[in-house]
């Protein structure tokens, strides 16, 4: 049975930072793409950041580019969203994504983040 459990959001103030973590298991997880994506009230589920399996090659959304850093740490199975200068409008549920060469997806159950003053 394959599990994504995601972690660490929380209500936080602008400019504040976070780090999410999302550990897999049931897969081998070294051979999954993983993404973040979030979704906001009202809003559709959007694209935050990506990473190849090896961690080599990661993309953003420009939305978050120079703020966000995603990383992978293969041993644990887990992937981390580094979240800085935190906005309002990152407020949304973060839910992290495996794909495995386009024919598997999983994703976790989301984490809740407020950015909020």
């Known amino acids: 049975q394959v599990q994504l459990v995601e972690s660490g959001g929380g209500l936080v103030q602008p400019g504040d930072s976070l780090r999410l973590s999302c550990t897999a298991s049931?897969?081998?997880?070294?051979?999954?793409?993983m993404s973040w994506y979030r979704q906001a009230p009202g809003k559709e589920r959007e694209f935050v950041a990506t990473t190849t399996a090896a961690g080599g090659v990661s993309n953003y959304a420009d939305s978050v580019k120079g703020r966000f850093t995603i990383s992978r740490n293969n041993a644990k199975n887990t992937v981390y969203l580094q979240m800085n200068s935190l906005k309002p409008e990152d407020t949304a549920v973060y839910y992290c994504?495996?794909?495995?060469?386009?024919?598997?997806?999983?994703w976790g159950q989301g984490t809740q983040v407020t950015v909020s003053s």
């Open positions: 049931g897969l081998t997880f070294s051979l999954y793409v």
């Open positions: 994504k495996g794909v495995l060469g386009g024919s598997r997806s999983y």
